[in-house]
């Protein structure tokens, strides 16, 4: 065994036997070994990832698409530009391959953002690991971090390292047009750290803490003036990723780096609840909010946890759609005016894959049942949906506006922002399913699972089928001595009621939707946990248009299957030669599209029929009389449909 892996197996040792616990707010299933410790109390904590292991379903198909994906990449082709960037030899091999690099869209050697995918895959092939324990992960992530340290020292640039010239930042600092080089930074740091914390690569946080050196170097010379002209640009989540990197060391230069990205001139106003977000750039502004969450819980600074709470409360009221995501072509809207930006531009997704990592923040210090019930949401209608079931390409945007229908990406040629987010959305589906306290476990969403609570001797497994069937089971298969509390999770949705048992015997629920169902007693091996939410259909209509509505069933968004009439065949991918045709992209929607339903003085259970043998599907008639199938949106995929109706 070589040196770094023994240097491996000592971390992931040392780790397995030095949990700090209550450390659950560092986002990301992160509850082991942190030098710096919490210094708020918190209510929920995660479970880290590999404590959770998704059972078949839908989620983990996602899932399964998504890690064969990265693993497909070449490593060579990953690591061209930064070669490129350290004037290193690049034997591409194209004569064997037959494949040009270096990658394309958002990858190429003249795109500015390029290289920022590579941090992406490395945070995702990491969480892959992590939920599945194959090795195929970690020799992936070890050829990429031995890649970049060899670009790294070749550079010889005190810890720089990237796939642009360092040239890019200065212009950044002096205000010169240039895309957003702190981002792709970001998400460099990050990927490593999540190489170091999945994985146990010690070489990873080596060359962060170097690139965290340099960065150092770099800004604290700054006079105000030039700190603020380079904030003004994109950072990503800057400042989260050196609180991360300091609550791993304890360096305090990494923390003042982290204080150093605070962006006074959008983060103030949050702090002393003002709205401002309106044309804002959404995804500029989030990673900014989860970074002083971040901040919040290393220091306890109570105007971090203002600007977290207020920030997000805001954007779920005035900004967001039915389907939990929001923005319209990337900014945020007029507070509130959701039924003037139904367009084929909505839902960012990168945005939802942040808005989540801030969800996750807030829950673990409160356990509000609201902040669960978010997340559910945007986790089945947006995230789920994102990708396609048949190729695992996924999308930049999830259009709303009646008869358009989602654009994919491409394998090798798009590698969007909302590409490298999927890499990492795609591959933590189990993050969020259970949460813990001392006392208990909360189960916030119904996913097939099996949690492995190994502190605790604490194992369950939950088979479902949810939301095909609005019920579930939590079969108990290890227990720990004595009691034990099993907080179910009782959602907002679920009007009609509950129906709970305990091995077949009824358990009667005093509690309201909204809140927990707690069951606190000494379990046996073998003891079985049924519960059932009845779901029904209802109308959401947006906040400022109540004659403009979307269709639920239970927290499942359904929309009207409209065909294919006008799309390419065999799907509608974007043009691989401009990488930017997703932002304009033409639907060519046929005039004809029924968008309107006669719904006025009506129930619903009048104007919907079940389709026989699809669950979440129904019939209605639209208002010319022609029958129109909805189901699932997260389902409709390479066609055309409407999520919002016009009610007559």
Known sequence: MNMKRNLRLVVILFLSFKTIDGSAQYIGQHTRLLTVPAAIPVKASSFDLDEVRLLAGRFKDNMTREGSWMLSLPVNRMLHSFRV?????????????????????????????RGHSVGHLLSGLSLQYAATGDSAFIKKIDSLVTGLAEVQNTLNQGGYLSAFPQNYIDRDIAGKKVWAPWYTIHKIVAGLIDAYWYTGNTQALDIANKMASWAYAKTFSLNAAQLNTMLKNEFGGMNEAWYNLYAITGNSEQKKLGDLFYNKEVLDPLARQEDHLAGMHANTMIPKVIGEARAYELTGDEKYQTIAFYFWDNVIKNQTYVTGSNSNKEHFIKPGKISEYITGYTGETCNTYNMLKLTRHLFTWTADEKYAEYYERALYNHILGQQDPKTGMVCYFTPLAAGTFRVYSTRDSSFWCCVGTGFESQSKFAEAIYYHDEKGVFVNLFIPSVLNWEKKGFKIRQETAFPQEPKTKIIIENTPPGNMALYIRYPMWARSGVALSVNGKYVQADQQPGTYITINRKWHRGDVIEVTYPMSLRLEAT??????????????????????????????????????????????????????????????????????????????AGEDGNKIVIGPYYELHRQRYVVYWDLK
């Open 543 to 620: 906040p400022d248009n109540a004659n403009v509505a979307a269709v639920l069933y239970g927290p499942i968004v359904l929309a009207g299957e409209m065909g294919t009439e006008g799309m390419k065949k065999p799907a509608p991918y974007h043009d691989p030669s401009d990488p930017y045709q997703y932002y304009n992209y033409d639907y060519h929607i046929p005039a004809d599209i029924s968008h309107s339903l006669a719904l006025k003085g009506k129930s619903m259970s009048e104007k919907f029929t079940t389709v026989k043998g699809q669950p979440l599907t129904f019939e209605t």
């Open 85 to 113: 960037n350290a004037g290193m030899l690049t034997d591409d091999n194209r004569s064997k391959t037959k494949m040009p690099i270096p990658l394309g869209g958002w990858e190429e050697l003249d795109m500015e953002l």
